[in-house]
């Protein structure tokens, strides 16, 4: 009888989440529900998840476990005879654990377990398009860009152009989806639902986008860049934008604006924008322009696909989440918020019984911003205690941390990481500011750990 329970619910929390939820949890009217897990709902947590819930009295009620609570789900939904969770990556050079969470655009993520390694390595750095994938260069030495604008004088340049005019640097830096997160806002907001896996952290060698300006002369008009590369919209029409973003002249002079013709010390492979692309670290990834051929300096905020209404943009006054939202209520979103991972163990681990030493470990960033500290908690953020954090390589690299986190006993344990910002902010329990394309999701990471 409880071996048949301990199964379904299992299941039920596999398929359906929020049922399961109510069937340990109550009706969501049910205010019993306020408060913490106890009596009947814990007993049912504790044979679903496997083994006893060690800091069960301060689990929230209502909290789906770790356990369950994961699971990067694909944007359209399987066809009823394909097997259900999440679908793997079968592309060219690229990590089968990959999570494919579109495929018209491609889009996939990387599980945060993943993300273990100090340099993303490219066969597991994330992917996002959101139009058709060109064709690979024939002749990447041959690839031309403009700039051309609010420039005293227009460059049209090619690559190895590029490589010989102009000094190259390479640093370690972060570029992360603008949309990470989304997956945790409730209720669901529109566009791929990434966990916290649209993040990489990788080497780039390019050129200071800022050198390439200055080539040109900025006028003193010059307000905001405008990018263009060669993607093409997936309906096929020719007369429609894929993307076209751009950042404030300040933000692209930055020394760590790049334009980058290499990741991880190797030519950019096609799918991630080779043969030249754009790298704006700490802001969305929609700035970081693939396939770049022109940048259009202008002489007010740009406004091509990708700018306007709620795209990359985030509410200034909270609105009630799940609402229509007012165009006028939101800024476009620059530097990207803090954030943590935990990317070993991986979400889920089995530990033999008796181990009372679990060692940890991850990465934090914030976009333009550094990490202070990462903290963790084993008790459902009751107690919280330090990680060894690390420096970073240079600006906008990730900071990798450790731990090692001593255990009362055998049982069920979720650790939840808590990064806070040099500025002093930390990540949510829950994510807030809801808006309509799911923008800053940034709570706190938290994987399940069974031991015995
Ligand atoms: N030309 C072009 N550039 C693009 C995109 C795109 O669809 N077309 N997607 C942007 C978005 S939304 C992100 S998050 C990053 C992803 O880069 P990656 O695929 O190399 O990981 O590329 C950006 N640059
Ligand atoms: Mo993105």
């Given at each position: 009888?409880?071996?048949?329970?301990?199964?379904?619910?299992?299941?039920?929390?596999?398929?359906?989440?929020?049922?399961?939820?109510?069937?340990?949890?109550?009706?969501?009217?049910?205010?019993?529900?306020?408060?913490?897990?106890?009596?009947?709902?814990?007993?049912?947590?504790?044979?679903?998840?496997?083994?006893?819930?060690?800091?069960?009295?301060?689990?929230?009620?209502?909290?789906?476990?770790?356990?369950?609570?994961?699971?990067?789900?694909?944007?359209?939904?399987?066809?009823?005879?394909?097997?259900?969770?999440?679908?793997?990556?079968?592309?060219?050079?690229?990590?089968?654990?990959?999570?494919?969470?579109?495929?018209?655009?491609?889009?996939?993520?990387?599980?945060?377990?993943?993300?273990?390694?100090?340099?993303?390595?490219?066969?597991?750095?994330?992917?996002?398009?959101?139009?058709?994938?060109?064709?690979?260069?024939?002749?990447?030495?041959?690839?031309?860009?403009?700039?051309?604008?609010?420039?005293?004088?227009?460059?049209?340049?090619?690559?190895?152009?590029?490589?010989?005019?102009?000094?190259?640097?390479?640093?370690?830096?972060?570029?992360?989806?603008?949309?990470?997160?989304?997956?945790?806002?409730?209720?669901?907001?529109?566009?791929?639902?990434?966990?916290?896996?649209?993040?990489?952290?990788?080497?780039?060698?390019?050129?200071?986008?800022?050198?390439?300006?200055?080539?040109?002369?900025?006028?003193?008009?010059?307000?905001?860049?405008?990018?263009?590369?060669?993607?093409?919209?997936?309906?096929?029409?020719?007369?429609?934008?894929?993307?076209?973003?751009?950042?404030?002249?300040?933000?692209?002079?930055?020394?760590?604006?790049?334009?980058?013709?290499?990741?991880?010390?190797?030519?950019?492979?096609?799918?991630?924008?080779?043969?030249?692309?754009?790298?704006?670290?700490?802001?969305?990834?929609?700035?970081?322009?693939?396939?770049?051929?022109?940048?259009?300096?202008?002489?007010?905020?740009?406004?091509?696909?990708?700018?306007?209404?709620?795209?990359?943009?985030?509410?200034?006054?909270?609105?009630?989440?799940?609402?229509?939202?007012?165009?006028?209520?939101?800024?476009?979103?620059?530097?990207?918020?803090?954030?943590?991972?935990?990317?070993?163990?991986?979400?889920?681990?089995?530990?033999?019984?008796?181990?009372?030493?679990?060692?940890?470990?991850?990465?934090?960033?914030?976009?333009?911003?550094?990490?202070?500290?990462?903290?963790?908690?084993?008790?459902?953020?009751?107690?919280?205690?330090?990680?060894?954090?690390?420096?970073?390589?240079?600006?906008?690299?990730?900071?990798?941390?450790?731990?090692?986190?001593?255990?009362?006993?055998?049982?069920?344990?979720?650790?939840?990481?808590?990064?806070?910002?040099?500025a002093g902010k930390s990540q949510p329990h829950v994510s807030g500011s809801w808006n309509p394309q799911g923008y800053g999701g940034n709570q706190m990471h938290r994987i399940a750990v069974l031991v015995g």
């Open positions: 009888m409880a071996g048949k329970q301990e199964r379904s619910l299992e299941e039920l929390y596999r398929d359906d989440p929020e049922r399961a939820d109510a069937v340990v949890f109550g009706r969501r009217t049910d205010v019993s529900r306020r408060g913490f897990l106890g009596g009947a709902g814990l007993g049912a947590m504790t044979a679903a998840v496997g083994g006893t819930i060690v800091y069960g009295p301060s689990m929230p009620a209502g909290l789906v476990p770790a356990a369950f609570a994961q699971e990067a789900k694909p944007a359209t939904p399987p066809a009823a005879a394909e097997p259900k969770g999440p679908q793997h990556l079968r592309f060219p050079g690229k990590d089968e654990s990959l999570v494919v969470l579109g495929e018209k655009p491609l889009v996939a993520e990387t599980p945060e377990h993943l993300l273990d390694d100090e340099t993303t390595p490219t066969a597991k750095f994330f992917i996002r398009n959101n139009g058709q994938v060109p064709e690979a260069a024939k002749d990447p030495g041959s690839w031309k860009l403009s700039v051309d604008g609010e420039v005293d004088s227009k460059l049209e340049l090619t690559l190895a152009e590029l490589q010989k005019r102009f000094q190259p640097k390479t640093y370690r830096m972060v570029l992360e989806c603008g949309g990470n997160g989304r997956s945790f806002f409730t209720p669901q907001a529109r566009g791929n639902q990434w966990t916290n896996g649209g993040a990489g952290c990788a080497e780039w060698t390019g050129v200071a986008l800022a050198d390439v300006l200055k080539a040109a002369g900025l006028k003193s008009s010059a307000v905001y860049t405008a990018h263009y590369g060669t993607d093409v919209h997936l309906s096929g029409d020719p007369a429609k934008e894929t993307l076209s973003r751009g950042v404030p002249v300040a933000k692209a002079n930055e020394p760590h604006s790049l334009i980058a013709w290499a990741l991880n010390g190797e030519p950019l492979p096609n799918i991630h924008g080779g043969p030249l692309r754009l790298v704006i670290p700490g802001w969305p990834g929609s700035a970081s322009h693939k396939w770049l051929s022109r940048i259009w300096v202008r002489d007010k905020e740009h406004d091509g696909q990708g700018m306007k209404s709620f795209s990359y943009r985030v509410a200034i006054n909270p609105m009630v989440p799940g609402g229509k939202g007012d165009p006028a209520n939101f800024r476009i979103l620059e530097s990207m918020p803090v954030r943590s991972i935990i990317s070993s163990p991986a979400n889920g681990a089995k530990l033999a019984a008796g181990t009372r030493e679990l060692r940890l470990r991850g990465a934090a960033w914030a976009g333009d911003l550094e990490v202070r500290r990462v903290d963790l908690s084993i008790d459902y953020g009751a107690t919280w205690m330090p990680t060894e954090l690390g420096a970073p390589k240079n600006r906008y690299d990730w900071q990798r941390w450790a731990a090692v986190v001593k255990l009362p006993s055998d049982g069920y344990f979720e650790v939840w990481s808590r990064a806070t910002d040099s």
